[in-house]
């Protein structure tokens, strides 16, 4: 079974803190997402990474950044934490070819104060 | 215009009723169309998976796919309070190396004893 690992379930943050909110996959995943879910806005995209040290935007990648030096993980950091940052925080991965399905973490509920 | 429009609900209905739940979407490149299932404080999951147009079906759950339209669907037969989850549809273009995936808001449904 895939899995897809988030280092913290709940996690309270005050504002103008640094956070960092950590995905592990281990499936060999070449694609790895960070999404936040809002409700009423549904999955937003922040933030994809499709290899090694590479990175894309999604549609909301204002006020975060990420890394990935590994290939199995996949880090969101929040440069300084604001409430408007409080959400849910899911990370997804994918193979590189064939199958376009997303496998997804159990999320990590952020609370900015 | 978002992408993928998604009505959110809440939609409630009895247990062993038909629930019908839908997408529309404006992409007319979007060749393969997912529904997930989302329990309450959980990650998504992938429900259904077609490619192109037509039905599929597993157990009480059949995916319908209509291109002409831009329009899909998700019925469950039997519906029972298991079923109780937010259900979000995704699609993408391609299966492309960066596999990324446009998801409606979900819809949360409830399914009562």
């Known amino acids: 079974d895939v899995k897809v690992t988030q280092s913290s379930r709940y996690l309270v943050k005050r504002t103008g803190e640094k956070v960092f909110l950590e995905c592990v996959q281990d499936?060999?995943?070449?694609?790895m997402f960070w999404y936040r879910q809002d409700p009423g806005l549904g999955l937003r995209l922040i933030y994809f990474?499709?290899?090694?040290?590479?990175?894309e935007k999604g549609d909301i990648p204002e006020g975060y950044s990420v890394s990935r030096e590994k290939k199995e993980r996949f880090s969101l950091i929040l440069e300084s934490a604001s409430t408007n940052q409080t959400s849910m925080y899911l990370c997804?991965?994918?193979?590189?070819?064939?199958?376009?399905?997303?496998?997804f973490g159990p999320g990590t509920r952020l609370t900015v104060t | 215009q978002k992408e993928v429009e998604q009505d959110p609900g809440p939609l409630s209905v009895p247990e062993g009723a038909i629930v019908s739940l839908n997408c529309t979407y404006s992409?007319?490149?979007?060749?393969?169309f997912m529904w997930y299932r989302q329990y309450s404080r959980k990650g998504p999951e992938l429900l259904m998976y077609?490619?192109?147009?037509g039905n599929k079906e597993d157990g009480r759950f059949t995916a319908q796919v209509d291109k002409s339209s831009k329009y899909i669907s998700l019925f469950i037969r039997d519906s029972q309070p298991s079923d109780s989850a937010t259900y979000l549809c995704?699609?993408?273009?391609?299966?492309?190396?960066?596999?990324?995936?446009?998801f409606g808001r979900g819809t949360q449904l409830t399914v009562w004893p």
């Open positions: 077609t490619y192109s147009s």
């Open positions: 997804a991965s994918s193979p590189r070819s064939g199958v376009v399905e997303q496998y």
């Open positions: 995704a699609m993408s273009a391609t299966s492309s190396t960066l596999g990324r995936l446009y």
């Open positions: 990474s499709y290899d090694v040290k590479m990175k």
């Open positions: 499936m060999d995943h070449e694609n």
């Open positions: 992409n007319s490149a979007f060749q393969y």
